[in-house]
Each structure stands twice: as C-alpha cells, then as structure tokens.
C-alpha cells in the first residue's frame, strides 16, 4: 500500500474511533515536560532536582485511576469519558486494553462518565476496580477480562458512582463515592445515596459507611502501616486532604484535616486534592492545584512535580521508583528516590 494511501487510513480510523492515542516507540524516552518545583531541602531526597518528567502517551479525554500490574510489567488506567482501560509497557507502548470499561449498558442519558475511574492491584493479580458508569466494585482479571461485583448498594440504594479504592492487606477495601459519574451531578435523578460518602467494604461482603459529611470525596490511599486512611476531597470550597485514624476493624478513631489546598487555589493554580498514593516512608504524592504535590507524615509541604496540566492520579510502578501520573489528556512518568508501598527498598 502506497505511503499516502496508508495515512489517509490511519486518519480515517482516527475519526471513526472518535480519538487517538499516541503511542511512542517502545523504550524510547517521551517528550520532557513539566518541572520540578522545591519547596523544601527535604525534596531533593524524594525526587531529584534535576529528574526528567517524560509524556508517554496521549490522546485520552480524562486519564485516570492508574495501577501497575507486578506480574506482567505494565500500568492499566482508564479513560472515564471514554469508557475504555488502556494498558502500557515500556515494550509495547499504550493500546486499548478494555472497551467498555464500565458500563456496558445502551442507556447513557443520565451518565456523565460511563467508564471505570479508579484501579487497585491485589497481590494474586486480580484487580479491584471502582466502576463510575456501573456504579459498583468489582473484582477484574486482567487475563480473563472478567469481573465480579463486590459491592453495588448501601442501605438498598445504589451508590453514585465509586471514585476510588484502596485496600488494606487483610482484604479489607475503601472507596470514595462522589457522584461525578452522574450529569448533573448532586442534582442528577439518579442520585439515590443521600451523602457521597466514603465507605469500607469488608470481606465478608458488608459494606459500611466511614464518612458522609464530604462534599467530593476523591482519591483514596492507606498509609503504610495501614493505621491512616487519607481522603481527598475535591470541593473547590473545601479542597482539603482528610486524615482517619482506622482500629483494626476498620472504623473510624479519630479524623483530622491533613492539608488544606485552599491557598493554592486562590493563588490561581488548577486543579483539585484528587487522587494520591504514598511511599513506604509515609510521603504522600497526591494530585493537588497545580500538580502532584509531595507532603511529609505531618502533611509538610516539600515539593511540586508539575506536568503543565491536571494531575488526577499517580503510582508507583518498575522497581517502585518509578512514578507514574495521569494527567488530563496524557499518561507521563518520572523516576524518583522514593520507593512505593509494596515494593522493596
């Protein structure tokens, strides 16, 4: 086939697909972006001062939820407007690796975002998965494509639409359920949850509400003895990370606000306390105006990894010194010191 002829295909699946992701050559580093900003000497310990951010693929609506597959060397993340998982590996580079993601329903009228949000990997390779357009959890295999739901209602009401999971190592899981899945958000007729709550589901299938009084509960992560549960909550009039003390069981001890954004914002930075996820030494990398903000155990400020567009998530991946970032439309990485929980120093 001609050269031109070939390009002229490839635009026209390009407008048939409705979008294109770009996919670099494997191994081949991406185009730097971004900056890293200090903000205090304690930084350049976490992530160098001269560390590269690299764009590694693009093309997606909303790029979210990312987590690294151990077993099989490569990141799953998800494009929620889109309704589609995309997989990447340094060999392969970005594909399509799941459509629909979410739901898999005809009736869309009352879905603002129709695919997956947020991914947890478990130690047996299964996958925990928040499903916005479902508005469930579930259970995912990457090699068999199938699912189970875990969770779907609380009180007989189905949830607004999971944002967020994490799990703690006796299986126990908690998950944020904003209602950004929904047109019209707090407003949709769908909407049955009267809170957009923050919730544990146990692993005998119970599920149980920790938080109701959030406004957005967003991102979602454990701290690394799994005592501290943080919560990002993305209200614009309160964009605060949230800290709970758990007991054993799971409950609530005690909560207190972590950090508070609101500065950041009124200084004009974009963005919102979104996703996060934290290093074995208890720094928490978490999606803020501005970038992905890094804060110490104490909720210190210490430095900005900034892409030059919104951060919804991040996660360690590789050797767990490889920071990964969704970020509006593209996915980009940077190598760091810090090391990722479950991972070896």
């Known amino acids: 086939m001609p050269k031109g002829t070939r390009v002229a295909v490839a635009l026209i699946a390009c407008v048939l697909l409705a979008s294109c992701v770009t996919q670099r050559e494997p191994d081949a580093h991406g185009e730097a972006i971004g900056r890293i900003t200090a903000l205090d000497p304690a930084f350049g310990a976490l992530v160098p001062a001269h ?69 947890e990997a478990e130690p047996g390779g299964t996958v925990l998965l928040a499903d916005s357009g479902s508005r ?7 090699v068999t494509k199938q699912r189970t739901t875990l969770a779907a209602t609380y009180g007989g009401k189905r949830f607004n639409s999971p944002n967020d999971i994490a799990r703690r190592s006796d299986g126990v899981v908690f998950f944020t359920d904003p209602p950004y899945g929904l047109k019209g958000i707090d407003e949709s007729p769908l909407k049955e949850q009267p809170v957009n709550g923050v919730y544990r589901l146990d692993p005998d299938g119970s599920v149980h509400l920790i ?9 979602v992560a454990l701290s690394p ?21 758990l007991d054993e069981r799971g409950d609530v001890r005690d909560r207190r606000v972590f950090g508070d954004a609101s500065d950041m914002i ?48 991040a ?27 479950g991972f070896e120093p």
């Open 136 to 142: 469930l959890i579930a259970r995912f295999d990457p």
């Open 211 to 219: 938080e109701g009084a959030l406004k957005f509960p967003n991102g």
């Open 51 to 119: 560390a590269r951010i690299e764009k590694i693929a693009e093309g997606f609506t909303w790029a979210e939820g990312p987590a690294w597959i151990a077993n099989g060397d490569f990141l799953l993340f998800n494009d929620v407007p889109g309704n589609t998982m995309h997989r990447w590996s340094a060999r392969e580079g970005a594909s399509v690796f799941l459509k629909p993601s979410g739901y898999a329903g005809t009736d869309l009228d009352g879905l603002r975002e129709a695919g997956a949000n947020g991914l």
């Open 266 to 313: 009124a200084a004009g930075a974009s963005g919102a306390p979104d996703g996060l996820t934290v290093s074995r030494d208890g720094h928490l990398f978490a999606s803020a105006p501005g970038g992905l903000l890094v804060m110490d155990a104490n909720g210190k400020r210490l430095g900005l990894i900034e892409t030059g567009a919104r951060v919804s998530n």
């Open 315 to 341: 996660t360690f991946g590789d050797d767990g010194r490889t920071l990964y970032l969704t970020s509006h439309t593209f996915v980009a990485r940077v190598r760091v010191n810090a090391v990722g929980v």
């Open 225 to 245: 003895d799994e005592r501290t549960l943080y919560v990002g909550n993305s209200d614009p009039d309160h964009p605060v990370w949230m800290a709970y003390t």
